[in-house]
């Protein structure tokens, strides 16, 4: 059992007297509840300490993992630069790891330091763990923005990885809760701040990590927090086993969100491999809507899927109905795994000789051309799932008034300069969020005068 024991931690700077100079008295449950972390952790005399932490270096598409003989940092961002630490780095296991994801083509290595400064989200739990304990080597690593199976299963690649050398070691998940949980915080409040904490204490309080990748991504980011992905890292490390879990203390008094949770794995337990399930229960789902999708989709998914496999545009499929060969209009092909947009390109009106032309073509771009994705490669293809939006006209609006993020999608131009954002999409939920986001991918500057368009979609799952 190399993984011995997980700890699900905060990293406020303010903890330390040396920053919060009295003010990290209006946390002592947490501080409390930290203490007995560090006295767990010194009990159990632990081999290695891996801390995964969302200020590390952070990539979209890469987990980063620390490289190097040693590492140090203190608090002086912080104005307390007394407060430092130099710490010895587990080499060999960042070797052995790095090593296991490259056989995989797994995105996970120690490719791209820009900071070997060690971050507050790992020198918060060291400065407890220290007091207590110091006969150990770290292993830091970032978290990413792929989706959460990919989390998951870096959390297992570490777990083999340290059973692969025999190390005991402690899984340290540093992370906030929500930064939403009070009018008077530094952040404001909003209504899923509560709600999140709320979801994630009862869910690693009693170790039910399957419940990690049903927290949406939407939901995550109104809350917020920035602990999700590294909890489920950690999840990932205890992926078949039964875990004995204790919440020890939860804080909303500053606006943001402090939970501390203990885990002890307590054997192997075949029901918990949750990654597992996860994609299973997905792969019945995804198969279930293609079988029920029409003919717009299935086209846009056998010209992705040609494509990714051959390199090749596909002839025009003989099954193709005549809607789709007479009909002309503009429209976006959308590709999104494991829940997260992977893709998405389309015309605004049309410049080919049919629709069934424009998705063939926009299914293609989607999948190999959108410049914020690498293209997509044949292993992903189970997982994907597509939808095509085939454009109205669009119409001229005199005033944001008429416009509608429900209804309607938008176009904002500015001279040459034009950004669209497609109608009816989860996040976007005001007129307001609209036009700013088209500004912004139309290079449009927040005080230009524009000009607004709007248009319907008949949108097809």
């Not at 997980?6 to 920053?19: C, K, R």
């Not at 990654?275 to 997905?282: D, F, I, P, T, W």
């Not at 009106?349 to 049919?354: D, K, T």
Request: proline share 5%.
């Amino acid at each position: 059992m190399p993984v011995i024991a997980a700890f699900m931690v905060p990293h406020p700077p303010m903890i330390l007297p040396q920053v919060g100079r009295g003010r990290e008295k209006q946390i002592q449950s947490t501080i409390d509840a930290y203490e007995k972390v560090a006295e767990e952790i010194a009990a159990l005399k632990p081999d290695t300490i891996l801390i995964s932490s969302p200020h590390s270096v952070t990539y979209a598409d890469y987990f980063h993992l620390s490289p190097g003989k040693s590492a140090k940092g203190s608090f002086a961002e912080f104005g307390a630069p007394e407060a430092k630490f130099q710490l010895e780095y587990d080499a060999e296991f960042v070797q052995t790891a790095s090593g296991l994801a490259s056989e995989r083509s797994f995105p996970a290595g120690t490719l791209g330091e820009r900071n070997k400064e060690l971050d507050h989200g790992t020198m918060v739990p060291l400065w407890f763990i220290l007091k207590k304990y110091k006969d150990f080597r770290l292993v830091r690593t970032g978290l990413s923005g792929l989706d959460l199976t990919k989390h998951y299963e870096y959390g297992m690649l570490l777990r083999e990885t340290c059973e692969k050398l025999g190390r005991r070691m402690v899984f340290v998940a540093s992370g906030d809760l929500s930064h939403k949980l009070q009018s008077y915080g530094p952040y404001g409040f909003a209504e899923e701040g509560p709600a999140y904490d709320r979801r994630i204490m009862e869910t690693c309080g009693s170790a039910r990590f399957g419940e990690l990748f049903d927290f949406d991504e939407n939901f995550c980011d109104k809350a917020a927090e920035c602990g999700h992905r590294s909890f489920v890292i950690m999840a990932g490390a205890l992926d078949g086993m039964a875990v004995k879990a204790e919440q020890l203390s939860h804080e909303d008094v500053t606006g943001v969100g402090y939970g501390i949770c203990t885990f002890y794995p307590q054997g192997a337990d075949e029901g918990r491999r949750f990654l597992a399930q996860r994609l299973q229960s997905e792969a019945r789902k995804l198969e279930e809507k293609r079988e029920q999708s029409d003919a717009y989709v299935k086209l846009a998914r056998a010209s992705a899927e040609y494509f990714v496999r051959t390199g090749l545009t596909l002839e025009m499929p003989a099954w193709v109905p005549e809607e789709l060969r007479k009909a002309k209009a503009g429209a976006f092909v959308s590709v999104h795994e494991h829940g997260r947009l992977r893709g998405c390109i389309g015309t605004i009106s049309p410049v080919r000789s049919c629709v069934a032309e424009e998705i063939i073509r926009n299914a293609i771009s989607a999948v190999s051309e959108d410049p914020r994705f690498d293209p997509v490669g044949e292993e992903e293809l189970p997982w994907l799932e597509i939808s095509v939006d085939v454009l109205g006209e669009a119409e001229r609006v005199k005033s944001e008034a008429e416009l509608d993020p429900k209804r309607y999608g938008v176009i904002v131009q500015s001279g040459m300069r034009r950004g669209l954002l497609l109608p009816d999409l989860e996040g976007v939920d005001t007129v307001e969020e609209q036009i700013s986001i088209c500004r912004r991918k139309g290079g449009i500057a927040p005080d230009s005068p524009v000009e607004l368009y709007r248009f319907e979609v008949i949108r097809h799952h």
